[in-house]
């Protein structure tokens, strides 16, 4: 096993104690970062025992430890996966080149913006989901949101780790500014559109952790391809938490789409407000809104930036050893659609500049997989209804789309009449956002569900499903 130093006040495996100036500013940083989880972080519940797990290795079996803990005393660590001695960098321009363990001077512009961006959705999650446990439909729901909280804030961790160690002063600004900016503050609001969006209600959480943390997962796993061997170390371990985070939302989703068909089961044509379920409708309308904005995260189709990044051997693709054989992505186009004048014409760009769409790609076909899991809920209780995932035109308002008038299934371009009309019935309305929003009550008695939501099927670590996860 590596090592997880517990007895420091930072844990860590990276032998933080060997170097006092870097230990020191960590610590200077940790009284903020616990400033800013009691002012930012989940209201309410932070003398509560929470039945979590925290990380205590790294190893691929056994590598967290569940137990009662109050969030404040979270033991947030430092965790890399450890170093492969040789590794050599596996794309772009450097490719076969040894990995650097220090930043490149040349590409340390690049990388202090990747790790910036990438920290800035930690803490920014945190802060859209901070009422959230005020309506939990579940004890076992509350503590999964506390469980996505806590690592989002080691991930923050993490983050600040590689500011701080290998970007001097300026890594230590980046890493103030991080506990200073605010989720949908209109003043210092957060980097990127969606984690400035709020997430009022437990459908919007659980297609947050579906869709937008899925975003997360692809964004680690370009980065855990770097060149840059302290980056890849960390972001492969923050893919073993993230899968969690993905397995909420879309458990979750199913959960409300298990307890609908219950309903529709005893009667098609039950009225679904006065039974106190949430329509497959609503559903699909939050799915379209979330997905839609979750796709605006991987930035403009065609984009220097990204080609930039590949070439310097900074962000590869997902998967980039794995799933290709060629690794330069020199001499080889990429086609896709542009809108040209108001209308969608079919074009080819080098590979580099198409970077963002080719991680974009990867992501759609993972989300199609949780569409399918949806679908096995309907068709299990015999609901004729499918759940579809949106066109990627539909909705969206960073890169080639933004600001279009896209139909949802087919991505053509409609009329903004049209478009607007059918939106209607494409995004959540007020009215329905309202009805969901007044279902939002808790229900937090170990083992019992609000009636929107069915149980899960298991409990958390093998515990059952009426399990006390929050002591309260
Ligand atoms: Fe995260
Ligand atoms: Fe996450």
């Known amino acids: 096993m590596a090592g997880i130093d517990y007895s420091q006040k930072i844990p860590n495996n990276v032998d933080l104690k060997s170097d006092k100036r870097l230990q020191r500013a960590l610590e200077r940083w940790q009284p903020d970062y616990l400033d800013w989880w009691r002012d930012m972080g989940p209201t309410d519940f932070n003398e509560n025992d929470v039945y979590l797990r925290t990380a205590v290795s790294v190893d691929r079996d056994g590598w967290a ?13 430092i965790f890399l996966t450890p170093t492969e001695p040789g590794g050599k960098i596996g794309f772009g321009d450097h490719q076969g080149e040894d990995v650097w363990d220090q930043v490149p001077g040349e590409y340390r512009n690049w990388l202090r913006r990747l790790i910036v961006t990438q920290a800035d959705t ?140 219950e309903v529709l089961k005893e009667n098609p044509d039950a009225d679904l407000h006065a039974e106190g379920v949430i329509p497959l409708e609503t559903i699909q309308r939050y799915i ?38 060629e690794h330069s992505a020199l001499d080889q186009g990429y086609s896709l659609d542009r809108w040209v004048e108001g209308e969608v014409k079919p074009d080819e760009v080098p590979l580099r500049n198409a970077m963002n769409e080719v991680l974009r790609d990867a992501y759609v076909k ?35 789309w933004s600001g279009g008038c896209f139909h949802l299934h087919t991505g ?12 209607q019935d494409w995004l959540p309305g007020q009215a329905e956002a309202d009805y969901v929003r007044s279902l939002m009550k808790p229900c937090t008695e170990p083992g019992k569900f609000a009636n ?14 009426d399990f006390e996860y929050v002591k309260l």
């Not at 430890?65 to 660590?77: E, L, S």
């Open 366 to 400: 993972d989300n199609l997989k949780g569409i399918a899991y949806w679908n096995k809920e309907t068709a299990k209780a015999g609901v004729d209804f499918q759940f579809t995932y949106p066109h990627r035109r539909f909705n969206r308002t960073v890169g080639e």
């Open 122 to 261: 930690e803490p920014a999650s945190v802060e859209q989901q901070r009422l959230l446990g005020l309506t939990a439909p579940s004890m076992y729901d509350l503590r999964n949101l506390f469980q996505v909280n806590v690592e989002e804030g080691r991930h923050l961790w993490a983050m600040v780790y590689l500011l701080h160690s290998y970007f001097g002063k300026d890594g230590r600004e980046e890493a103030s500014e991080l506990l200073e900016r605010r989720s949908g503050n209109a003043d210092h609001p957060r980097i990127l559109s969606t984690f400035n969006e709020p997430c009022h209600d437990w459908l919007s959480f659980f297609c947050f952790t579906m869709f937008t943390d899925r975003d997360g997962k692809f964004q680690l796993l370009s980065l855990a391809e770097s060149g840059f061997e302290p980056l890849a170390r960390t972001t492969q371990f923050m893919l073993t938490e993230e899968a969690h985070h993905m397995f909420v939302g879309q458990t979750g989703i199913a959960r409300i789409i298990r307890r609908t068909c």
């Open 412 to 423: 053509e371009v409609m009329s903004k009449d049209a478009y607007e009309a059918a939106c």
């Open 452 to 465: 929107w939501i069915a149980p899960p099927l298991r409990g958390i670590n093998s515990q059952a499903v």
């Open 65 to 77: 430890n569940f137990d009662y803990v109050k969030m404040p005393d979270y033991r947030w660590g």
């Open 288 to 325: 379209n809104y979330w997905a839609a904005s979750s796709l605006d995260l991987f930035g403009a189709e065609i984009s220097s930036n990204s080609a930039n990044f590949f070439g310097a051997g900074i962000k590869g693709r997902a998967y980039e050893q794995k799933n290709y054989d």
